[in-house]
DNA sequence: GAGTGGTCTAGACCACAGC
DNA sequence: CTGTGGTCTAGACCACTCG
């Protein structure tokens, strides 16, 4: 280490980050287990403790790691609560967060349209699972969803015995699959509720609903899964927090 | 400096940023204007570089500062750009980020209603400024929105010479009342659009709309303003990012 | 007590902006 | 050339966890 090129000028606490991160895709270390301490880091990759330190931090600082004090270095495993807090936005009238039971309603392989190919990244065609689901809140019918990926980087899956689909997905596909979801980007918009949808949320057709277009990446900030999520929230609502 | 107490053990550096957030709300340094170096600041508080540049750089990473390598550290202002790019949501299909031109409707001086005072930690009653305005994105009007502000932190505002309200609010807050807006947390929910809601944004009534919650809040962390945004999103949607 | 991450220091050198 | 923030190092000490 300790070699810096002419052109780019990548900082070695980069560095470290960069070869980290492959470490962690190709699996040397899963989700939840603990990383070796910044000392045997810093020996490891010949820089000191205070560099290995900023690159852990700045991975901490975006949830890949999750640090703690007197114990360790972690790497981030989706959760219950991180599917709760940051996944999912939709809170009570109170600011209560409850994780909605699902149901699916059935399953698809399909080549992609040309919309999930552009939301994926896959060539038109391009073999894709589909889920659709619909998501209870209090008990109430809350949310229609339907969840598309590349069969490629899912292989098996919706088929047995993989068939069935658990209500935290994320965690799912980061412990079947090795594929862990880090960050999303929602566009969000308002739109009247079709007939299949008024039915499924038990609403008038046309009744005002939120419709959600989700976009969720892995660690290589790659396009792993699409969601669109129809929401009735007239009990209810979307949480964005600005800083 | 350099006092430890047995209660709580506040770290050097969150005192440091402390004190400097002091200074800043205190009116010392303006926004746009540069800060002293990070060695005068070092020896102003009796502390290392190393302790002042992490108060620093955790004020850059919440947006109160901005950091120029070989120029200075800045305090941030409400620019443009700063408005389009982390207060303003609405984005159009292809991607692209307009400000909307504003149309003023009108101006009222009454006492906050109870969601009002709910929502600004006001005394119900509190006299409070409400503007009602209409955007318009690519001149469609496209977003009918209600501020609502405390009077007693915007003396003066909504009357003359102040009757007038200019389409990037956060400047002018910062500018001519030196309240500095940092963050926000929205509250989002498609509802149809009321009558007055449908004339003002050529729908027909009853067309889904996204109604934003927004309340705005100041660098010591008090709500500032509260903003009820009624958006037509059948040609921009609402971006959020998660991560 | 041993080991971990967290804070603080002091100093060297690098990249960048501007005179 | 000077001054700024950015990187990197080495070492000391503190707070926390656990056996």
New binding site residues.
């Given amino acids: 280490m300790?070699t810096?090129e002419a052109p780019g000028?990548r900082?070695?606490?980069?560095q470290v980050k960069d070869l980290l991160i492959k470490r962690l895709v190709s699996g040397d270390w899963r989700p939840g287990q603990v990383?070796p301490?910044?000392?045997?880091l810093a020996d490891e990759f010949n820089?000191?403790?205070?560099?290995v330190?900023?690159a852990l931090?700045e991975m901490a600082s975006v949830n890949v790691l999750v640090?703690?004090?007197?114990?360790?270095?972690y790497v981030a495993a989706h959760t219950h609560h991180r599917a709760l807090f940051h996944f999912f936005h939709l809170i009570g009238e109170d600011g209560s967060r409850v994780l909605p039971e699902s149901r699916v309603l059935g399953t698809r392989h399909r080549g992609a349209t040309r919309k999930a190919a552009e939301r994926l990244s896959l060539a038109p065609g391009a073999p894709v699972v589909i889920f659709d689901r619909v998501r209870s809140l209090d008990g109430r019918p809350t949310v229609f969803e339907t969840i598309v990926v590349a069969e490629s980087m899912f292989p098996g899956l919706g088929r047995p015995p993989r068939d069935m689909l658990p209500n935290t997905v994320y965690e799912y596909f980061e412990q079947e699959y090795g594929v862990t979801i880090v960050n999303a980007v929602e566009r969000v918009r308002a739109a009247a509720a079709g007939k299949r949808e008024a039915r499924l949320l038990d609403l008038a057709p046309g009744a005002p609903l939120l419709v959600i277009d989700r976009v969720a990446f892995g660690l290589e900030r790659r396009p792993v899964e699409w969601r669109l999520s129809r929401c009735d929230t007239s009990r209810h609502h979307y949480l964005s927090e600005i800083e």
Same sequence: chains 1, 2.
């Fill in positions: 300790a810096a000028f900082p070695l606490y980069i990383l301490s910044e000392i045997k820089v000191s403790q205070g560099t330190r900023k931090d640090r703690r004090q007197g114990k360790g270095t």
